[in-house]
């Protein structure tokens, strides 16, 4: 049998999240979060997006900033020392256009490797005796969702029970995420779909194993034969990943380890511009309307990328100042 050609474009990488997909990203806040795709889907019009992500950041905030997202289950947005909230979550949520399900980050975590795991569900003891346990804060369960209509919904929030085995106290049960594509944003993916993350890689490899679509976009692509000669540096296998795209600088203006850092002025200017709808209309006027990616990077210029390039001895940018 033929092996399955994986490469796509991002046009149609973007086209395989439809309107109303559950979907996750790859990365940790302002760091690897594939940024050319999530600008595609915002082209494309996307609707009714729920966000299911161990953290949000800048993917979040443009994609809720356009009104693509209907649900966003997580525990964190904003965008670093860049942008300390998320403003267009924060303004979407009071105009009732977004709803807004909060857990902690380890719960977010535990979920998703109980997701990879096959699991129905996690079980820990974070957060016992906080408000996020309130069932008044139980968003989905306030809107009516919580039915069994919606077979990637949980019935419940949480669940508790008591140690059976040990005595050792309470325990809450959080669902494990129903998650149709995971979009992730890499240095290095074989031509057969194995990925290679250098520097810390955070949940990507729980992230690619609970979607039922993996997509990794990657800076490059390159032959598998390369990624097996040292095969333990290697982060997810080929199995895992169904699509992949080659788009360098796909991560900007989040950072690419090893590539190029954050671009943390273009992410204060977004947060800055972006507190109103027509402010964030204007935004997307200039920069992610009528363009591609391609004339994305010729907007940015070439002293704006080289600047965030980073230096193959320490892996980061050298040129950028740091502190202000």
């Known amino acids: 049998m033929a092996k399955k050609n994986k490469r796509i474009s991002l046009q149609e990488a973007a086209a395989l999240i439809g309107d109303g997909s559950t979907l996750t990203f790859s990365g940790f806040t302002i760091w690897r979060r594939p940024m050319a795709l999530v600008f595609e889907l915002i082209r494309q019009k996307r609707r009714d997006l729920h966000l299911i992500e161990v953290n949000g950041g800048p993917q979040t905030e443009f994609l809720v900033g356009a ?189 690419m380890f090893g590539r190029y850092d954050v671009d943390g002025d273009f992410l204060r200017d977004f947060y800055q511009r972006t507190r109103t709808q027509e402010g964030f209309d204007a935004w997307a006027q200039e920069w992610v309307f009528g363009q591609d990616h391609l004339s994305y990077l010729e907007k940015l210029g070439w002293p704006r990328t080289l600047g965030l390039k980073a230096n193959s001895a320490v892996n980061y940018s050298t040129s950028v100042k740091r502190g202000v």
């Open 67 to 255: 009104g693509c997202v209907a649900v966003w289950e997580s525990c964190w947005v904003g965008h670093e020392l860049y942008g300390k909230y998320g403003a267009n979550v924060s303004r979407k949520v009071g105009t009732g256009e977004l709803l807004v399900e909060d857990y902690s980050h380890a719960e977010m975590t535990f979920r998703m490797a109980a997701a990879a795991a096959g699991m129905p569900f996690s079980v820990s003891q974070s957060s016992l005796g906080t408000d996020l346990h309130n069932p008044a804060y139980d968003m989905l369960g306030r809107a009516g969702k919580r039915d069994g209509r919606d077979g990637r919904i949980a019935r419940h929030k949480y669940q508790f029970m008591d140690d059976p085995f040990y005595g050792g106290g309470q325990y809450v049960l959080a669902p494990a995420p129903k998650i149709d594509v995971a979009v992730l944003s890499v240095q290095q993916v074989g031509e057969g779909g194995t990925v290679r993350v250098a520097g810390q890689y955070y949940t990507d490899p729980e992230v690619a194993r609970a979607a039922k679509i993996t997509i990794a976009v990657a800076e490059e692509i390159v032959p598998e034969e390369y990624l097996r000669r040292n095969s333990d540096a290697n982060t997810i296998p080929s199995l895992e990943v169904d699509y992949i795209v080659e788009c360098p600088w796909n991560a900007h203006p989040t950072g």
